[in-house]
């Protein structure tokens, strides 16, 4: 039985050195109950790691709401929103964004 | 400028609530007080996880106001966190933990915490609540915090601390801190398992650093896995929402044969084992057993169901902790469909708390002068088993180790500034960046958590750990150091904060895993297949831990001040009998 395949489009942009962000594309094993952050995690770990979204302090489990983030245009935590079929992950506010999907914190 | 220079008199490594409750005490002393957040404030870490559940003894509940059990008495408590202990634990600290406790519960109250509702010797609030209380004291007393910053290193000087290298992860930037004292709260290390039940940031990062700079670990052997952890599906890996099922509703337990594999242990045991918190320690290992004899389910674990008692029953038994079916923001729907068309779910031990860790005296210091300890990275009073809770834990260490760290600071000269050694330490840091080519680190680190999980569980084996040890000196020698990150950008760069974090799972791994090799008994959540006999002739002892070139393990009597327990051997069980036997009856969960 082959396994299903979903289509995953990131943004990408570091705002250290890029003039303008684009959109990258990857081919995501899919299995039911997976996350947005399920999906990043497989593209970090098995086909690019340069890609950056808020982990390194993460729950991964609803709690702390840290990984805000748009997924098919609309808001969410990227770790409660089951994800389906082919998917765009994008950053919660991209005026914002140090590297990809992860945004500096508003009024500090 | 790659580096920042920040100076301060007590720097805290850790925000949850040891932290916190430390910077409050330190800061009480009217000394410069910084605490290190690796994410964001009161919401990174264990505690705001947390359910939550504080335990003291029953009296002192009631003093307070609240419903508790009338016949507990600190005398009590202390005795039966003993025998959940199996005699191991640290006396002296116990006696800190269970005679503290009601002030600590007092002064969160006055802080604005809100309990929900109480029992016979526990109180349930939230972790996020507590946070919020602690946080809220912190900066009106002007603690000064830093957040998504993670500390790398301890610099010392003459065994003294005199500071610490830090990086900030949003910007790349390296943080220079230097201080009088350092109070390590960073809880425990989770991510060295795959699966686990911690927030991402619980790399015992702390811990690491500090056996590094010289300060004994003990008894980290002994490792608390949460039974019944959901295994699936991906988005709820590692969620307790199964095992807070289980607490309220035991439910049944099958293997993949459908065996009630529970049946093959004393009924006794069994209820015990299943209604109160011994449950983490009995059902883990029982769960295990029946997955090394080849009857465990697809993901490695077992099934959860609730058997024969009708699903309105089941669900009315349940719910009380699950408002809409939800569990913090996790949609439990599906799950509960599952138990309530009779499909049990597929759950297993997972790694939830450390109860060894850094060696500490009773004024919280460690061996080494200037650095003290707090909270979960501690070898703290719970012995071979932790049963009581560890947010009771986080507030008596803390306000002891911030009130002796800040005393400390306060009689304490003006650290010297080595920026040679800083120097030294940032570039080291920085290799995996320039290296052109090299390993991918989450795939390394994937493969190091799993075997962890498989050889480091609740069962262990002479010959499975030597297998791992060897595999871990593999990974550290020919591994570790050709990590190479693909992107090279500072600023937020993930690979390279997983890559620094690597470094310490192994050390930590590496000594656990020499500590369970040294230890042929089995107590507590420590049990040895090889030896499965519980040892109080030869092994009440705390095994400790230095690293001197490579990390060796010796031992240490166990601090008895007063109960003592009968000398001999007896078989696992048997001894597991007999402590659940000697626990009191008044102590409901606890």
Known sequence: MSQKEINVNIYRYDAAQDAEPRYDSYQVPWEPGMSAMDVLDYVYQNLDSTVAYYDHAGCALGICARCAGKINGKSGLLCQTLVDGDVVLEPAVKSRVIKDLVCARGGK | ?590
Request: some cysteine.
């Open chain 2, 1 to 590: 400028m790659n580096h920042k220079e920040i100076d301060t008199d007590v720097l805290v490594v850790g925000g949850g609530g040891a932290g916190f409750r430390a910077a409050i005490g330190a800061r009480e002393k009217g000394v410069e007080t910084l605490l290190l957040s690796k994410g964001p404030l009161g919401r990174c870490g264990a505690t705001p996880m947390a359910g939550a559940d504080y335990t003291l003894d029953g009296n002192s509940l009631r003093k307070l106001g609240f419903y508790g059990e009338p016949k507990d008495s600190m005398q009590t408590f202390f005795e039966d966190i003993v025998k959940q202990g199996f005699y191991l634990n640290n006396q002296e600290l116990l006696e800190q933990y269970v005679t503290t406790a009601p002030d600590r519960l007092r002064e969160l109250l006055e802080w604005g915490v809100a309990p929900v509702r109480s029992e016979e010797r526990a109180i349930f609030t939230t972790g996020i609540g507590m946070m919020d209380a602690l946080i809220g004291q912190a900066k009106k007393l002007g603690v000064r915090t830093l957040e998504d910053v993670m500390l790398l290193e301890l610099i010392t000087q003459d065994g003294q601390v005199v500071g610490a290298l830090g990086l900030d992860i949003a910007s790349g930037q390296f943080l220079r801190f230097h201080a009088k004292a350092v109070i390590i709260a960073s809880g425990g290390w989770h991510k060295a398992f795959w699966p686990n039940t911690g927030m991402r940031d619980l790399a015992g990062d702390g811990t690491a650093m500090a056996l590094r700079a010289g300060a004994e670990l003990g008894n980290m052997e002994f490792i608390t896995f949460c039974c019944n952890v959901l295994y699936g599906p991906p988005h709820v890996l590692g969620s307790i929402a199964s095992y807070i099922f289980s607490l309220r509703c035991a439910g049944e337990l099958t293997n993949q044969e459908g065996e009630r594999f529970l049946n093959q242990y004393d009924p006794s045991m069994v209820h015990i084992g299943t209604h109160m918190e011994w449950n983490k320690c009995f059902i883990s290992l029982a769960t295990t057993k029946e997955v090394r004899a080849g009857k465990g389910s697809p993901k490695g674990g077992i099934y959860y169901g609730r058997g024969d008692l009708p699903y309105e029953q089941w669900a009315r038994q349940v719910q009380v902790s699950f408002p809409n079916w939800k569990y913090k923001h996790i949609d439990l729907k599906d799950i509960v469909a599952s138990i309530e068309a009779g499909k049990p779910i597929e759950v297993g031990p997972a790694v939830e708390y450390f109860d060894g860790g850094i060696i500490i005296d009773g004024k919280f210091q460690s061996n080494l002068p200037g650095l003290f300890a707090a909270g979960e990275c501690t070898l703290g009073p719970f012995g071979a088993n932790r049963v009581c809770a560890a947010t009771t834990e986080m507030l008596v260490h803390g306000a002891a180790a911030g009130e002796r760290a800040g005393e400390y600071a306060q009689g304490a000269p003006e650290p010297v500034k080595y920026s040679e050694k800083f120097q030294a330490l940032e570039d080291a840091a920085t290799a995996p960046l320039r290296r052109q080519e090299g390993l991918n680190v989450a795939q390394v680190r994937r493969r190091v958590q799993e075997m962890a999980h498989k050889r480091l569980g609740p069962i262990r084996t002479e010959a499975e750990l030597k297998e791992f040890l060897a595999f871990l000196d593999e990974v550290q020698t020919r591994q570790l150091p050709h990590l190479a990150t693909a992107s090279k950008s500072r600023n937020y760069n993930k690979e390279w904060v997983d890559s620094l974090e690597l470094a310490n799972l192994l050390q930590l791994l590496e000594t656990s895993a020499k500590s369970a090799l040294l230890r042929t008994e089995s107590r507590g959540v420590h049990y040895r297949e090889d030896h499965p006999y519980t040892d109080n002739d030869n092994w009440l002892k705390e095994t400790v831990a230095t690293l001197d070139g490579e990390i060796t393990i010796g031992t240490r009597p166990v601090r008895i001040t007063s109960l003592a327990p009968n000398p001999g051997r007896k078989p696992y069980f048997e001894m597991l009998q007999e402590m659940m036997e000697g626990h009191s009856e008044v102590g409901g969960h606890h």
